[in-house]
RNA sequence: GCCGUUGUAGCUCAGGGGUAGAGCACUUCCUUGGUAAGGAAGAGGCCAAGGGUUCAAAUCCCUUCAAUGGCUCCA
């Protein structure tokens, strides 16, 4: 028998007889490995432990620590749940059923059967009594023919359509116990690797993500090769859960819903109002550094805006339905860029007077499907960092180079380390439809974009058919500290609008000319970002941003006349103080003080009055000690200058 | 929008066909205490809204509203 080379990760390289499976050259290494390997990566493609190697392999075994150890684990995861579904459920018909990226879920068709999360316990046992039964997961190529065969025989609908998609010769069933699955797999040795078992949750999804098909029943669940894993990723979740931003915004009074008021949106309270206000005067202070001028507009504006800006036909599901006055159409904006072009218009333009950058926080209104209504993330009042950038084409690299740099400038100052760049390009083939019908101005500024990403070294993605309609963008995807992933800003190239809206400039030939119009915002809205940043921080803001940075905690009533002198001097330097004189112990005001994430803490006493002193708390626990009041609000603007450079 | 779940005091929740409960928060009093909860008393609710069943509904049923987990991650 002939001989084949696998070569491992590290680089070595061993010989084995053809045929050799992942299992036995495990089983040469050590039999603990052997043990624990869940799936094999031949030459990059990941099958069962068992498959024959028939040539020479670079191969990687995978276990549990290894992403697709995980995935394997939790696809042959959906596989025992239906198995189980099966056993307890006779006729249930099955969908799909894949690995997530934390655990599985399979869509099921109950037929007549009722099942609700009461159940989940039942379908648990039902799992874990099959995985203890070390099932194997059995590998077998059918024909097309026979597929259809054994489903129709079944009379699952659904297997029969996706097999109707495969092509003949690719096909592969899975079976493990008295259970047989269309798959391609692949899957774990045997059932006997799954030890903990946990169904999360039961959702409706419809048929091929389709809402035109019936709606079929989700089990979401997880499982894990040992108990004390299921346990620490419940542990997880539930931690998770008490950084979530709407948990976070009710706690430290942030924001609140009403019902009177409306879904999607949001009341800000004070200490959310303080926390937009310090954010717009960042901005604010950042965007007149670079040269940006302020506008403002109003929240309605006549239908024929709307359909000159061509925003209408793409947007109207999305928009608040309009108001008629006599008999002219108003509608809410939904976005903020006819405004500013009309703007632009209102004045006449010289090739001098470009690049102009008009920045505005302006407020929107969306009408979002109510399902998709989510906290702070997604809502129906919004107010956006909005800025428009009206350029020459010879300025639009150096002018789209630096709102990069803003984005880059904005993360550093807010920790943002976790996001990827998007850059969203148009499709070819919906020209006409889901875009602006102009196809080498698509390549010119696609082309564009592209080189300002590289030359700034900028790590990003291309995607296809996902421009807006007048251009391509970047979206900026960031991941919040409990890895909810969203589109945080937006960087967009326009060069369709100007056209629309007949915006020009007069060039040095004296020629009326177009501009290029940048689309930006870094910030994203106060919505999202201060959902965002209320998870990104747990709730502790740092001092600049804080609507509250110092409480004062006098030790006892005798302390109260010397805290509000320093409340005083505090306030004079625009330090956000306040003082806690409710007659408790300083135990219990530091407790209050660390619930309310106030950064700095001053404890008050004899000692502090005598010396004319504070003693410097820092939330968490730190002691700064005692210092003079002057040495104190040195400190504090010190911590501020050091967080936004 | 569709499927599942939920809606009781400001918050977190228990209860459950026979005129409503706890803890925290709040108010008052006692206490004047040095780094994550001192003590006592008090006040606070048409049990989401509307309709139905019943001698009787917060409780059972229906509708509506709202919140919430999903509905993209392709056998």
Known sequence: MSEIQITLPDG????????????QVA???????ARNIIAAKVNGVVVETGRPITEDANLV????????????FWHSSAHLLAEALEALYPGVKFGIGPAIDSGFYYDIDLGEHKFSSEDFAKLEAKMLELAKQENAYIRKEV???????????KGDEYKLELIQDLTDGEITFYEQGNFTDLCRGPHLPNTGFIKAVKLLNLAGAYWRGDEKNKQLTRIYGITFPKKSELDAHMLMLEEAKKRDHRLLGKELEIFAFDDDIGPGLPLWLPKGAAIIELLEGFAKKTEKDAGYMRVKSPH????????KSGHLPYYKDSMFPPMELDGINYYLKAMNCPHHHKIFAATPKSYRDLPVRYAEYGTCYRYEQTGELFGLMRVRSLQMNDAHIYCTKAQFEAEFKAVNALYL??????GIDKYVMRFSKHDPKKLGQKYINSPELWKETEDMVRSVLVNANIPFIEVEDEAAFYGPKIDIQIYSAIGREFTLATNQVDFAQ??????YFINEKSEKERPLIIHRAPLSTHERFIGFLLEHYAGKFPLWLNPEQVIILPISEKYQEYSEKLLNVLKKHDIRALIDDRSEKTGKKIRDAELKRVPLMLIIGEKEQTDNTVTVRKQGGEDLGSMSVEAFVAYVNAEIENQLN
């Open 300 to 307: 309605i504006a006549k239908e024929s805006l709307y359909i």
């Open 27 to 33: 089983q040469s290494i050590s039999e603990g490995l």
């Open 409 to 414: 400038k904005y993360f550093k100052v807010f």
């Open 498 to 503: 100007a056209e629309r809206f007949d915006l």
């Open 143 to 153: 024909s097309k023919a026979e597929a259809l065969e054994y489903f129709t025989q």
């Open 12 to 23: 070595s390289v061993r010989n084995y007889p053809q045929g050799v499976t992942a299992h």
């Open 61 to 72: 075994l995978l276990k549990w620590d290894d992403k697709e150890g995980k995935q394997t």
